[in-house]
């Protein structure tokens, strides 16, 4: 149980252009997602809290004009990089949760965006 | 916001070596999670782990919460067990805080 799915797993796209990576709880529903951004050899840094049908919290430093996230349903979360630029270059981590009341979280396999 | 903290940074074990992996956190938490990363980027969950001791297989952890810190030992270790060790822990508003992880390998 508990499996979490990302769809594109690897993604090469041109500058300029917005790429989107989809996030899915396959088994159960997650009413908080989470997307996290994690650059080689380093560890996980948090971007963004989204809850079901509600606006996405960002962290500091995070642009929310640029990554722009929609929780549409219990199963799913996009993320959305708008005008990428090679330094969006990165590997984006999607995780979630039951709810509030639970803390584990499970995590997606990861996609890997490479903007050229 | 909270400091956590692994040790040792790297790790190099023959095949068959047992280890033990430290977290210490800055800060009293109430949830503590262990990871695995493999090779491949995928986070897989060891351990949900706030207090006490666990243990699956070849892996236990003990989280000792007054005293802020948490071990996750490997026995036996195979090649499969290579890759990334994470530990989380909550802070303030953010769910989980990552330590920056224990890189292992395991050599056959």
């Known amino acids: 149980g508990a499996v979490v799915s990302q769809h594109p797993s690897w993604v090469i796209c041109k500058s300029g252009t917005s790429v989107k990576i989809e996030c899915r709880s396959l088994d159960f529903q997650a009413t908080t997602m989470f997307w996290y951004r994690q650059f080689p050899k380093q560890s996980l840094m948090l971007m963004a809290t989204?809850?079901?049908?509600?606006?996405?919290t960002y962290e500091q430093g995070v642009e929310k004009d640029k990554f722009l996230i929609n929780h549409a349903s219990l199963t799913l979360s996009t993320l959305t990089v708008t005008s990428a630029h090679p330094e969006d270059s990165s590997f984006y981590i999607c995780s979630a949760r039951w709810g509030a009341g639970f803390y584990e979280q499970y995590f997606g396999p990861g996609t890997r965006l490479t903007v050229t | 916001g909270i400091q956590v903290e692994q040790s040792p940074p790297d790790l190099i074990l023959q095949e068959g070596a047992n280890s033990t992996l430290r977290c210490n956190f800055s800060?009293?938490?109430?949830?503590l999670q262990w990871f695995h990363q493999n090779p491949w980027g995928q986070l897989i969950n060891l351990f949900y782990i706030p207090s006490g001791t666990k243990q699956n297989g070849r892996l236990s952890a003990t989280t000792v919460a007054t005293e802020r810190y948490s071990l996750l030992y490997i026995s036996s270790s195979q090649t499969t067990d290579s890759g990334v060790y994470f530990c989380a822990v909550p802070s303030g508003n953010t769910p989980l805080v990552f330590g920056k992880g224990t890189r292992l390998s395991v050599i056959a």
């Open positions: 989204s809850n079901e049908g509600s606006k996405a």
């Open positions: 800060d009293s938490v109430n949830n």
